[in-house]
């Protein structure tokens, strides 16, 4: 039985930090309100402080990577890339049409769709399959005109100033 009248699709980009950060704050939000909340990274690995931490919120929420070591460069995406991106949609379509989700959050997509691992129409494909009571969050950089066009609610976080200018390097706990 679905918990929310109507879901909404929601878009949290730009170059500035805490797109991750605060769509994880809208699936503590909705666990907190007996909402059912997945979580599908893309290229990602299970090693971020999140994690760790959502574990304890199992069953009510649950996280998902699909992604390799390493970094992936725009043009410079490997075999192996393609395929988890297209698996980790394949999951959460898969999750989302069964109805066993109330929020389901795919972090970074937008950087898959950048970097060419997913194509825009199929995303725009899978956002048109979305049962009326899911919410749906979609996170990165890059967001493409189509997907902030289609979507309920954009957010840009827009970067000032940052502490890599500085030379201060990404920090466990706070940036991953």
Known sequence: MPKLKQGLVQV???DGKGKTTAALG???RAAGHGLKVVIVQFMKMPRYGEHKALQSLAPQVMVKAFGRPGFIHR???QPE????A???LTFAREIMLKGEVDVLILDEINNALYFGLLNEEEVLNF???RPPQVEVVL???NAPSSIIAVADLVTELRCIKHPYEKGI???QGIEF
């Open 86 to 88: 297209r698996k980790a």
């Open 26 to 28: 809208l699936a503590l």
């Open 169 to 171: 390097a990404a920090r």
């Open 12 to 14: 949290y980009t730009g």
């Open 81 to 84: 890339d393609y395929e988890l």
């Open 139 to 141: 996170t990165g950089r």
């Open 75 to 77: 043009g410079g995406a």
């Open 127 to 129: 956002l048109k399959e």
